[in-house]
């Protein structure tokens, strides 16, 4: 089975109990500001970037307690060039284990194809979606796979339920595959043209071109 997307590690070990974890994406943005406000000209912004990256993402690994409480604290307490290995460090773990929007569409296609190809990816997409829940929540962290079965189950007995409290033809028609723009029928095979598609719309879309 491929892994998850979200399978990867959150943290990496250092040398002398250290370690490095992600970080958020409202944690990258502040590192950035406080960065903009430590550096004094356009040539100290990148080194006061990586040292505001490290205050947030450098642990002890004992009780997980920041070693530098601000960018300024990292400026002080290291030097420039273990500054630079340290942030090397955390992007490399960052891109391996926590991709981003900025995938590549190759690369976006291979994970799109991975979860179509998983099942149980799916259907837990499929539960979060219907309660409104991330996968970083602390409430979906604590899911296991009987809750995710269970939410299934009885979203399945809804689905029945409903089914049996309709008449024949309604519940006939409620069976049916059909179109989620105009409501018609799915109908199989290449001969069936779906009234509500327009192909010059669509074109529009696919070259990103405004529509009018």
């Known amino acids: 089975m491929t892994p998850s ?10 040398e002398e109990g250290l370690e490095l974890r992600l970080l958020s994406a409202l944690e990258v943005l502040q590192a950035r500001r406080e960065a903009e406000e430590l550096a004094a000209s356009g040539r100290e912004r990148a080194l006061c970037s990586n040292a505001c990256l490290l205050a947030r993402a450098l642990e002890r690994a004992e009780d997980r307690s920041p070693v530098f409480d601000s960018g300024r604290a990292v400026l002080a307490g290291l030097t420039v060039e273990e500054i630079a290995a340290l942030a090397g460090r955390w992007a490399a773990f960052s ?3 926590n991709p981003g929007l900025d995938l590549p569409q190759e690369e976006l296609e291979r994970v799109k194809d991975n979860l179509q190809r998983d099942p149980g990816e799916r259907l837990r997409w499929r539960v979060l979606r219907q309660f409104h829940a991330l996968p970083s929540e602390g409430r979906t962290r604590a899911m296991r796979e009987r809750d995710y ?3 299934l189950a009885n979203g399945l007995l ?5 089914l049996e409290r309709m008449c024949p033809a309604c519940r006939e028609r409620a069976l049916e595959e059909r179109c989620p723009v105009c409501g018609q029928p799915a109908a ?4 069936w043209n779906n009234p509500a598609f327009d192909p010059d719309r669509f074109a529009q879309l696919k070259e990103g071109k405004e529509l009018d």
């Open 188 to 191: 199989q095979g290449e001969g």
């Open 149 to 151: 079965l269970w939410c």
């Open 158 to 162: 809804d689905r029945e339920e409903q």
């Open 5 to 14: 997307i979200l399978a990867g590690r959150d943290r990496v070990g250092l």
């Open 95 to 97: 891109r391996e284990s």
